[in-house]
């Protein structure tokens, strides 16, 4: 049974675009294999990542994203973060093959988290084309809101009504493989160099695999909360321990977040999700059969679909 899920992130969703979020769940879901899909959410000016991503404190795109795949018992896993490029996933991982083989006849670990612009610079992988990422909406917000936040010359922190909402995740599952990715553009105005939880292996995405259980989890929201409570890591280690509506609740009910967490054992395979934000879009095809969530609800919100 060939399983996959998207999302196109947790936040504050602008329901006039619906149907262009339907559309674009349900045109990425049918892509052929796992970077194809990535690359198809990663292109839309609707998702903050790739080309449309939120703007820096200098009005520049930097991308991170992380990835994980499970081949029968064998982890490869890594981290690319700053990247100025139209799809991260795919770039991410064209980058660590190249990685993998220098590495190969090395007495060194590999690496798990690196940064784009400086391998560049010691030409292990080309530099990247000159692509336009900058939409034109994230250069409205950009000059629209710059004066309030150099205010003084000091840095202050708005909120944004019309920004994108944040972190996209792609997981396909076969039988023998399981992959998941993560990437986003981060905040709008972030620091230059910030790296978000898309961008740390065991905050955006986890995986855990024992016994007769494999756990997968995707966590989009808040970076920095993710991040301080590795939240996607603590969800795999510790779901299975409890009743999983009290868990989540407890876990995440004063973060900011949306949660998916997939719970495949031998016979049956469990979708999980939760969100305290003001939406969680996501979709999720089995074999075939495609079915898109577009999920609004300002308090704690949970959920259960059987896969299989």
């Not at 700053?82 to 996933?89: F, S």
């Not at 090395?106 to 292990?124: E, F, R």
């Not at 396909?172 to 972030?190: Q, V």
């Not at 740390?200 to 259980?213: L, M, Q, T, V």
Request: charged share 20%.
């Amino acid at each position: 049974m060939d399983i996959t899920v998207i999302h196109i992130g947790a936040g504050k969703h602008n329901k006039d675009k619906n149907d262009s979020y339907k559309k674009l769940l349900k045109y990425s879901i049918r892509k052929e294999n796992f970077i194809e899909i990535a690359k198809a959410i990663e292109s839309s000016v609707l998702t903050n990542t790739g080309y449309g991503s939120s703007l820096n404190l200098l009005g520049q795109v930097e991308c991170d994203a992380s990835y994980i795949n499970c081949y029968n018992y064998t982890i490869k896993q890594g981290a690319l973060v700053g990247m100025d490029v139209l799809h991260p996933i795919e770039n991410l991982i064209n980058t660590y093959s190249k990685v993998e083989e220098t590495y190969q006849n090395s007495d060194l670990s590999q690496p798990l988290i690196l940064n784009y612009k400086s391998l560049q610079s010691i030409k292990i992988i080309p530099r990247s084309e000159q692509v336009n990422l900058v939409s034109s909406q994230a250069r409205r917000i950009y000059d629209f809101y710059k004066d309030q936040v150099f205010n003084n010359e000091q840095f202050q922190q708005i909120i944004i009504p019309e920004e994108t909402t944040d972190t996209i995740g792609v997981i396909t599952m076969t039988l023998n493989e399981t992959n998941i990715a993560t990437s986003s553009g981060g905040n709008f105005f972030k620091l230059p160099g910030r790296i978000g939880c898309a961008g740390i292996i065991g905050s955006g995405i986890a995986f855990k695999k024992f016994e007769d259980y494999e756990i997968s989890c995707m966590c989009s929201g808040s970076g920095e909360d993710i991040i301080k409570y590795s939240l996607a890591n603590t969800i795999v280690n510790n779901i299975l321990n409890q009743d999983y509506r009290e868990y989540l609740h407890n876990l995440v009910k004063d973060i900011y977040v949306g949660v998916i967490v997939i719970i495949k054992e031998i016979d049956k395979v469990q979708l999980i999700y939760c969100h305290t934000t003001e939406s969680f879009h996501f979709a999720f095809k089995v074999n075939h059969d495609i079915k898109v969530i577009l999920s609004y609800n300002n308090i704690f919100t949970i959920g259960e679909y059987k896969l299989q």
